[in-house]
């Protein structure tokens, strides 16, 4: 009785952290100029991703940011004037 109800945690567990981790990264996939640094939910939710998880959530920022300067890049030469 009693490993079946850790076993039960451990999948509750295992459920909230991927849970956690589809929030982090649709957050970081919303990133645009206007928010420029994360929000404080955003920081919670990763303190309380496993290590491994949070790489990967860091590689879906990194992505988000990766292309909004690439976009606006592309924009500043292609039609010029200030990037915002």
């Known amino acids: ?6 076993y039960k945690v451990g ?3 295992n459920e909230a952290e991927l849970i956690i981790r589809v929030v982090v ?10 928010i420029v640094d994360m929000k404080p ?5 990763l303190e309380l991703l496993h290590p491994e998880m949070v790489e ?4 879906e920022y990194t992505a ?3 292309s909004y300067v690439v976009r606006a890049f592309v924009d500043a030469l292609t039609k010029g004037g200030n990037i915002r």
């Open 64 to 66: 988000a940011r990766n």
């Open 11 to 13: 999948n509750r567990l």
């Open 25 to 34: 990264i649709e957050e970081c996939r919303i990133l645009n100029v206007e």
């Open 41 to 45: 939910n955003l920081v919670r939710a």
């Open 1 to 6: 009785m009693r490993s079946k109800n850790i």
């Open 56 to 59: 990967s959530a860091l590689v």
